[in-house]
């Protein structure tokens, strides 16, 4: 079946250091990939997506390349702030043997910056 | 501003009594999900509908749990009778499948259930 594997946490930056959360998957054919943020007490919020092979998807100062040699999808950021201090999870989704096209999430990995 | 919205926000109860949690997926989405997360299983999927017929529920408890859309623009999830161990955040997600792949889910703000 499917699934996401992601660092564990906590990771520990200050600010302005540079992020790599490493999020690789388990997954037949081509799926979608996603990267969630969820803020103290929020719901998750799509950070930024990739739909096939090479893609990179960017917001906010994150990038994840879509990288299907490696089954990777990890999270990067050049310098981070207090504020991004959330807890950051990866996800896929595909249509599976039943055509299940629901999100398989990763654990999670909580960030904390330091200022 | 679309949102998925979710009531309530909060709920303690006692053991053994009946939840029931809300959710308003937004208009035009045809899924919606519901998911549990708790510091110890993380983010569990519990059902999703999708043109709000049932396609997954076997992550759900079935003798305690139901979920149900009685109408598009309602979704809820139901707990009876409750137990501690259901202590968890709730959350309702839609989103729209187009072809083969889901666009997106945005999540509602979810319901922090407390089971005493």
């Known amino acids: 079946g499917n699934s996401v594997t992601q660092m564990e946490g906590p990771v520990t930056l200050s600010e302005e250091a540079f992020l790599t959360i490493n999020c690789t998957y388990t997954a037949t054919g081509y799926p979608s990939l996603f990267w969630y943020v969820q803020y103290p007490g929020e719901g998750l919020q799509l950070l930024l997506k990739?739909?096939?092979?090479?893609d990179k998807g960017s917001n906010k100062g994150f990038e994840a390349t879509y990288r299907k040699e490696t089954t990777s999808f990890h999270l990067e950021k050049g310098s981070v702030q207090v504020s991004d201090s959330a807890v950051y999870f990866c996800?896929?989704?595909?249509?599976?043997?039943?055509?299940?096209?629901?999100?398989?999430f990763g654990s999670g990995t909580r960030l904390q910056v330091q200022p | 501003d679309a949102r998925v919205t979710q009531t309530p926000r909060h709920k303690v109860t006692e053991m053994g009594q009946e939840v029931t949690m809300r959710c308003q997926p937004i208009?035009?989405?045809?899924?919606v999900f519901w998911y549990r997360q708790t510091m110890m299983q993380g983010l569990e999927l519990l059902a999703y509908?999708?043109?709000?017929?049932?396609?997954?529920d076997s992550g759900m408890p079935k003798d305690r749990f139901s979920a149900e859309m009685p109408d598009a623009t309602l979704a809820t999830l139901k707990i009876q009778p409750s137990e501690p161990r259901d202590s968890a955040v709730y959350f309702c997600?839609?989103?729209?499948?187009?072809?083969?792949?889901?666009?997106?889910?945005?999540f509602g703000q979810g319901t922090r259930l407390t089971v005493v």
């Open positions: 509908f999708r043109n709000r017929a049932p396609l997954d």
């Open positions: 997600a839609s989103g729209l499948v187009l072809g083969q792949g889901l666009t997106e889910a945005f």
């Open positions: 208009l035009g989405h045809n899924t």
């Open positions: 990739a739909t096939k092979a090479d």
């Open positions: 996800a896929l989704t595909k249509v599976g043997d039943t055509g299940r096209r629901a999100l398989t």
